[in-house]
């Protein structure tokens, strides 16, 4: 049945052109596409062979557009003859493994996309057969052979894995830009892109997927093609990357260890070298999922990870663009051991931002999630450096910061955890609490300090006054000092000023001497 082709007359098509259409150098294990029935080349010297004659490599190339009925392939060789391959459902289901592989090759071919008016057919004809490849993988038509799967992996390959255009910092030489005001850079080649990225997906999730063959060509190498595509600026390609190495992980068991290691390089590049990585979010998201599903008592490997590279994570610039993922993870780690809620927050504080104060809000909005997850004893073992960074907060100029700061007093779980330590959290904050009702700009923060001051009234009155009136003793101990500092610069303007008046009176006293001195010179001459 595969050689009921319909043969089209050929014509020669400029060198350019044919240049533009090339193969990844690879033969594959079953036929290949041939140019005359009479002969079989490898794809290889076929290309050789239209770049020596000028042949035309391209589908189409003097002829009707391909018809719903066939799928057109443009074939490079020497006489420049154009064959169809039929869809999977005209052909019977022994030879349909061989023509997976024949439209395979064709779909091998890397097209021009800067000019959109370029090659429109032979562009066409490789997008409907990544349709047909995707339908046939999806439709569970069978399992496909090793040598299919072999020249699966190689064809999405050939695709996918390119030079990454410079990031758009890169091109204009500054360093200052923000991220988030970058437009994204979108691919010109996605209609093929994404159908490439599906067939891969659907490989991968397939049940027919041998996971023990699949493993040889979907190796270590390959994961880490994957991670590097990570950098694109595409956030299309991105999301399909996301999706494809999540079930990478979830299928392939033997890559679990190694695809965690990878993502921890990656981060380290991130923190200490570059700060500049366009998937940080997306791999976040990966690894949320993959520590929702860590088993108890947690390895060392992994409390590791969260101390070496997710904590560390808040030190960029850029985390504002993946902090909603990264807080989802530290989360997690605490749900799953509460043990390490004190390593996190102690973590938050040596990252704590001192000058970026919407940084701030991101961090204390985390902290919210974090103290919502921790327990009692762990609590009790940040108290001290945890509120006078909060104290901090709530004094802060920056409104959004302090009304934040003020906002942990709405959550519940937040509150029955300062009650329990309340002897420890009221004498830290109070002061803070007392500056912003007596003189803070902004009435929202008046109004909620009150509110906080009010609710530790009623919970301790005892503690309450006992640190209202050492606060008093403190304020009055203040003003004391300040009187006397005073009193200390007026003495010394006075002895400065008597200082003053002395060396005035002694440079009077050498003026009348030497007044004296000239006026007797006078007398002198006119005596003589």
């Known amino acids: 049945?595969?050689?009921?082709?319909?043969?089209?007359?050929?014509?020669?098509?400029?060198?350019?052109?044919?240049?533009?259409?090339?193969?990844?150098?690879?033969?594959?294990?079953?036929?290949?596409?041939?140019?005359?029935?009479?002969?079989?080349?490898?794809?290889?010297?076929?290309?050789?062979?239209?770049?020596?004659?000028?042949?035309?490599?391209?589908?189409?190339?003097?002829?009707?557009?391909?018809?719903?009925?066939?799928?057109?392939?443009?074939?490079?060789?020497?006489?420049?003859?154009?064959?169809?391959?039929?869809?999977?459902k005209d052909v019977p289901s022994a030879d349909r493994q061989t023509l997976f592989i024949r439209k395979l090759n064709i779909c091998c071919l890397q097209f021009d996309f800067s000019d959109t008016l370029k090659m429109i057919r032979e562009k066409e004809t490789k997008r409907q057969t990544l349709i047909e490849l995707v339908e046939f993988?999806?439709?569970?038509?069978?399992?496909?052979?090793?040598?299919?799967?072999?020249?699966?992996?190689?064809?999405?390959?050939?695709?996918?894995?390119?030079c990454l255009p410079p990031a758009s910092h890169e091109n204009t030489g500054s360093e200052n830009?923000?991220?988030?005001?970058?437009?994204?850079?979108?691919?010109?080649?996605?209609?093929?892109?994404?159908l490439v990225y599906e067939l891969l997906l659907r490989y991968i999730v397939s049940s027919d997927t041998d996971t023990k063959i699949a493993k040889r060509y979907i190796d270590h190498s390959f994961?880490?093609?994957?991670?590097?595509?990570?950098?694109?600026?595409?956030?299309?390609?991105?999301?399909?990357?996301?999706?494809?190495?999540?079930?990478?992980?979830?299928?392939?068991?033997?890559?679990?260890?190694?695809i965690r290691k990878a993502i921890n390089n990656i981060f380290y590049r991130f923190?200490?070298?570059?700060?500049?990585?366009?998937?940080?979010?997306?791999?976040?998201?990966?690894?949320?999922?993959?520590?929702?599903?860590?088993?108890?008592?947690?390895?060392?490997?992994?409390?590791?990870?969260?101390?070496?590279?997710?904590?560390?994570?808040?030190?960029?610039?850029?985390?504002?663009?993946?902090?909603?993922?990264?807080?989802?993870?530290i989360t997690q780690f605490v749900e799953k051991d509460y043990k390490l809620a004190d390593t996190v927050i102690r973590g938050l504080l040596k990252y704590w931002p001192l000058t970026n104060c919407q940084k701030e809000v991101l961090f204390l909005g985390e902290l919210e999630e974090v103290l919502e997850a921790t327990q009692y004893s762990e609590f009790q073992r940040c108290t001290g450096p945890l509120f006078r960074q909060i104290g901090r907060c709530l004094n802060s100029s920056h409104f959004q910061v302090a009304e934040r700061?003020?906002?942990?007093?709405?959550?519940?779980?937040?509150?029955?955890?300062?009650?329990?330590?309340?002897?420890?959290?009221?004498?830290?904050?109070?002061?803070?609490?007392e500056r912003n009702i007596q003189g803070h700009w902004n009435q929202a923060v008046h109004g909620l300090s009150g509110n906080?001051?009010?609710?530790?009234?009623?919970?301790?009155?005892?503690?309450?006054?006992?640190?209202?009136?050492?606060?008093?003793?403190?304020?009055?101990?203040?003003v004391g000092l300040e009187e006397q500092r005073e009193l200390t610069w007026k003495r010394l303007e006075e002895m400065a000023g008597i200082e003053v008046e002395e060396v005035e009176d002694d440079d009077d006293v050498d003026d009348c001497v030497n007044d004296d001195e000239s006026d007797g010179d006078v007398d002198v001459d006119m005596v003589n």
């Not at 080649?189 to 994404?194: G, K, V």
């Not at 950098?231 to 990357?241: I, K, N, Q, V």
């Open 223 to 258: 994961v880490l093609k994957i991670l590097d595509l990570f950098e694109s600026e595409d956030p299309r390609e991105r999301e399909y990357l996301k999706t494809i190495l999540h079930r990478i992980y979830g299928k392939f068991m033997v890559h679990r260890p190694f």
């Open 177 to 194: 830009i923000d991220p988030e005001e970058e437009e994204p850079y979108l691919e010109p080649s996605w209609t093929h892109l994404q």
């Open 1 to 88: 049945m595969l050689n009921k082709f319909i043969k089209r007359g050929h014509r020669k098509v400029p060198k350019s052109d044919a240049n533009e259409a090339a193969y990844a150098g690879h033969r594959s294990s079953g036929s290949n596409v041939t140019v005359n029935h009479a002969s079989r080349t490898t794809v290889a010297s076929s290309v050789a062979n239209a770049q020596q004659q000028g042949g035309g490599v391209g589908a189409g190339a003097g002829g009707p557009a391909p018809t719903p009925a066939a799928i057109a392939a443009a074939i490079p060789g020497s006489s420049g003859v154009v064959e169809f391959l039929p869809y999977f």
């Open 271 to 329: 923190i200490f070298e570059t700060e500049r990585h366009s998937g940080i979010s997306e791999l976040l998201e990966i690894l949320g999922s993959i520590i929702n599903g860590f088993a108890l008592p947690m390895k060392e490997e992994h409390k590791l990870f969260l101390v070496r590279a997710l904590i560390p994570l808040h030190k960029p610039k850029s985390i504002s663009m993946y902090h909603q993922q990264l807080t989802y993870c």
């Open 452 to 478: 906080v001051r009010k609710m530790f009234l009623e919970m301790d009155s005892e503690l309450f006054e006992e640190c209202q009136r050492q606060y008093q003793d403190k304020e009055d101990q203040a």
């Open 137 to 162: 993988i999806q439709s569970g038509s069978g399992k496909i052979n090793e040598a299919c799967q072999e020249e699966l992996v190689k064809m999405v390959s050939v695709n996918i894995f390119r």
């Open 405 to 433: 700061a003020l906002f942990l007093w709405n959550n519940d779980h937040i509150v029955g955890l300062i009650a329990q330590n309340r002897r420890a959290v009221l004498p830290i904050i109070f002061e803070a609490l």
